[in-house]
């Protein structure tokens, strides 16, 4: 009985507790309803009115000053209208300028911009600008070449010992610019020049390679030739009924229309391709034009190369290359004089291959055959070539090493045409032969180099906007066999100090053969772009905060200085867009800077950037490591973070897509750390955007920043693209971290 009690009263309590918990299951479940709609009509709610920090920004381009205090309120006032928050002002320059355009920093610049600040503040939009004129980089007219971005230059000369006295300065580097002077011991070496013993096949129909690329004249074309479009014109004489077949072949930078007597056969805008066409049928008898009008995008390296192949039915050939014959002007109608020969189809930025050789892979052979066997070393291309090089032992050919010198990038690179190195396992014969596609100079020496020194001192940098995982992973140089062929430290002499004011040195020099080295800074000659022509100038040196300073009180000190209180509450940042004018490798002081952060002095190391091995192969290289770490993290701190520090002294915030294009010589997580918020940025027609935005959602999840933004759906004024073709780009761009478009 006592145990039925027992069960039975547990019965009743397990009920109760049954009971007591579907209730509160029951009341969980209602609330869960309640809170779902709540939520669900939160999200609608804050969906259609979505608070102010959510709200998308925008770039605000100025193009070419076709700007207006009318249009800028209308733009404004839209802008509100659709709820835009924050507008960033970029004045670039498209080539579309209007009749009368408002030049940037002219007084009407300054009113207008002034103008956009009032009524920003107004309609209750922010604005921010981008630190310097155009949208890359940080430069303009206010910055000297000794401000500017520089490199290590040098120039050598041999000596004896004894007493030596030469201007060694070169006359475009002053006094400020000095590094250092050193006398670098001459050990003996074999270097032979390669010569052909074997052409390629002379199949291909038509070959550039007896022309010329060619421009208007005193335009600087090879660096830094205006956006315009140039005309080129060849006369000559033809009776199509005489030929057996007419042919054109023809590449230009960046765009360009063929045309034979008034009719269009070719356009392009690709400089690396070679088009070629018929042009019998718009010969006619007597007297024909060809004419090339070519268009430059923008201030950069600019050219056209052509050939007009006639062949007559009696077999005789007329070849017309682009050369000083050919005409050319600014305007199509009138004008016309001799163009200005810039160099061959191989010359930089260009360096374009033969079609031959594209066809035939064979390409050539070149000999390096020594009166006796020799010892070789490396290998240094100056051009581009591909290739292999054998050594001839007992008849038989042994591979020494794979040869694959691309060439530099005028639009990345300030020693584009610089040599390329290639350094492997000493080998020992008395003729060696490289077959190859090369169409330059080939030295084989038995002197130890620094593998691809250009690259590894950042004269050549990855010349596309999307860099692999080992685009900046270089070959080890070997190491050689025997240490006496190696230059030791203790053995250069430092001649810093007796390098006069005027630029001579004076010196005696202990016997034997020596290299006296002048190393000095000149500019990479980078300018910001694409800016107006007003406000065009050289890029500011991007590791030193001091010059930073400058550049922004220069762009921006007079600007704040005269703003109005209601200005002032608008203007709330700067913006550093994607990083995209290349490296540099020095500045003021960077020795000292250097040794403080490595731990040792960089002076007598110096003649690595000639491609020397000083001390061992691996000194060498990891000296240029360190050269490359330093120059990332000063970028970072002093570009970034100096431009940082000067904007929160005036209360402005610092906006920055942490990342570069077309060579990008700092760290992209350093780099988006000293900025106060990161972005990616993706196009809506194009695969760029992958690398950018998870460079911004690494860094911004790094540093503990909320928000990681996004320049967003970027095209080229596509109208065929709509907001649903792109939809899918911006989901993704979501899933790689970005919040903020």
């Given at each position: 009985k006592e145990s039925s009690k027992k069960l039975k009263s547990f019965t009743k309590v397990k009920t109760k507790k049954q009971m007591r918990n579907r209730f509160y299951i029951a009341t969980m479940l209602i609330w869960s309803v309640l809170i779902s709609v709540?939520?669900?009509?939160?999200?609608?709610?804050?969906?259609?009115?979505?608070?102010?920090?959510?709200?998308?920004?925008?770039?605000?381009?100025?193009?070419?000053?076709?700007?207006?205090?009318?249009?800028i309120t209308k733009d404004l006032e839209n802008m509100a209208e659709v709820g835009i928050k924050r507008a960033m002002i970029g004045n670039v320059n498209v080539g579309k300028a209007p009749a009368n355009p408002i030049k940037m920093l002219s007084p009407e610049w300054v009113e207008a911009t002034h103008h956009a600040f009032k009524e920003a503040n107004r309609v209750g939009v922010e604005l921010v600008m981008f630190n310097g004129p155009g949208w890359s980089q940080t430069g303009g007219p206010w910055i000297k070449p000794e401000q500017s971005m520089r490199r290590v230059s040098w120039q050598e000369f041999p000596a004896t010992g004894?007493?030596?006295?030469?201007?060694?300065?070169?006359?475009?580097?002053?006094?400020?610019?000095?590094?250092?002077?050193?006398?670098?011991?001459?050990?003996?070496?074999?270097?032979?020049?390669?010569?052909?013993?074997?052409?390629?096949?002379?199949?291909?129909?038509?070959?550039?390679?007896?022309?010329?690329?060619?421009?208007?004249?005193?335009?600087?074309?090879?660096?830094?030739?205006?956006?315009?479009?140039?005309?080129?014109?060849?006369?000559?004489?033809?009776?199509?009924?005489?030929?057996?077949?007419?042919?054109?072949?023809?590449?230009?930078?960046?765009?360009?229309?063929?045309?034979?007597?008034?009719?269009?056969?070719?356009?392009?805008?690709?400089?690396?391709?070679?088009?070629?066409?018929?042009?019998?049928?718009?010969?006619?008898?007597?007297?024909?034009?060809?004419?090339?009008?070519?268009?430059?995008?923008?201030?950069?390296?600019?050219g056209v190369i052509a050939a007009v192949e006639l062949k007559s039915t009696s077999g005789k050939v007329q070849l017309l290359g682009s050369d000083q014959s050919w005409l050319s002007s600014t305007d199509p109608s009138k004008g016309f004089k001799p163009a200005e020969v810039i160099g061959g189809m191989s010359i930089r930025p260009w360096s374009l291959s033969n079609s031959i050789q594209k066809k035939n892979k064979s390409g050539g052979i070149l000999s390096f055959k020594h009166s006796a066997p020799f010892t070789a070393r490396a290998l240094v291309v100056h051009g581009k070539a591909r290739g292999k090089l054998y050594a001839l032992q007992n008849s038989q050919r042994k591979l020494v090493a794979d040869i694959n010198a691309n060439g530099g990038s005028g639009k990345t690179d300030f020693l584009a045409n610089a040599i390329e190195t290639f350094s492997f396992k000493e080998v020992t014969a008395q003729e060696f032969e490289l077959v190859s596609n090369a169409m330059c100079k080939v030295v084989l020496t038995s002197e130890p180099k620094v593998a691809q020194v250009i690259e590894k001192q950042m004269g050549r940098m990855h010349p596309t906007p999307s860099p692999t995982w080992e685009s900046y992973i270089f070959p080890a140089s070997v190491e050689p066999d025997d240490a006496s062929t190696v230059i030791k430290q203790d053995t250069i002499i430092n001649l810093s100090d007796q390098l006069n004011a005027a630029g001579v040195l004076n010196c005696t020099l202990p016997k034997g053969n020596w290299r006296i080295i002048y190393f000095g800074m000149i500019t990479t000659g980078k300018r910001n772009q694409p800016a107006p022509p007003s406000a065009t100038g050289l890029e500011c040196d991007k590791m030193s905060k001091q010059i930073v300073r400058h550049h922004f009180d220069s762009m921006f000190g007079k600007l704040i200085e005269n703003m109005t209180p209601a200005e002032r509450n608008a203007f709330k940042g700067i913006t550093i867009d994607s990083y995209e004018v290349g490296s540099q490798n020095w500045t003021d002081g960077f020795a000292a800077e250097f040794e403080k952060r490595n731990g040792y002095n960089p002076i007598?190391?110096?003649?690595?950037?000639?491609?020397?091995?000083?001390?061992?192969?691996?000194?060498?290289?990891?000296?240029?490591?360190?050269?490359?770490?330093?120059?990332?993290?000063?970028?970072?701190?002093?570009?970034?973070?100096?431009?940082?520090?000067?904007?929160?002294e005036h209360d402005l915030t610092l906006w920055c897509e942490n990342y570069g294009h077309w060579g990008f010589p700092s760290e992209f997580t350093i780099y988006g750390g000293y900025a106060d918020q990161v972005a990616?940025?993706?196009?809506?027609?194009?695969?760029?955007?992958?690398?950018?935005?998870?460079?911004?959602?690494?860094?911004?999840?790094t540093y503990g920043k909320r928000h990681t933004y996004a320049e967003a759906f970027t095209s080229r004024l596509d109208f065929g693209h709509h907001p649903y073709t792109f939809k899918a780009r911006g989901e993704e761009r979501f899933c790689q971290g970005i919040n903020h478009l």
């Open positions: 709540t939520s669900a009509d939160t999200l609608s709610a804050t969906f259609k009115h979505p608070p102010e920090e959510a709200k998308p920004w925008c770039y605000w381009y100025w193009l070419d000053g076709d700007i207006s205090k009318e249009g004894g007493a030596f006295s030469a201007k060694v300065r070169p006359g475009n580097i002053p006094a400020s610019q000095d590094i250092a002077v050193l006398a670098v011991p001459r050990l003996d070496a074999v270097s032979i020049e390669g010569s052909t013993v074997i052409s390629g096949s002379e199949a291909a129909p038509l070959s550039l390679a007896k022309s010329s690329w060619i421009w208007h004249p005193n335009e600087n074309a090879a660096v830094e030739a205006p956006a315009a479009t140039r005309y080129f014109r060849r006369v000559f004489e033809a009776d199509p009924a005489k030929l057996a077949s007419a042919n054109v072949k023809v590449s230009a930078d960046n765009r360009y229309v063929l045309s034979i007597n008034g009719q269009q056969v070719l356009k392009d805008d690709n400089w690396e391709t070679q088009e070629t066409a018929s042009i019998k049928k718009y010969l006619k008898a007597g007297t024909n034009t060809i004419e090339i009008a070519v268009t430059n995008v923008e201030a950069s390296p600019a007598l190391l110096l003649p690595i950037f000639t491609g020397t091995v000083i001390d061992s192969a691996k000194t060498s290289d990891q000296f240029l490591w360190d050269l490359r770490r330093t120059v990332a993290d000063m970028i970072a701190e002093n570009y970034v973070g100096g431009l940082r520090d000067v904007a929160h990616g940025e993706f196009w809506s027609n194009t695969p760029y955007g992958s690398i950018e935005c998870r460079a911004a959602s690494s860094v911004a999840h």
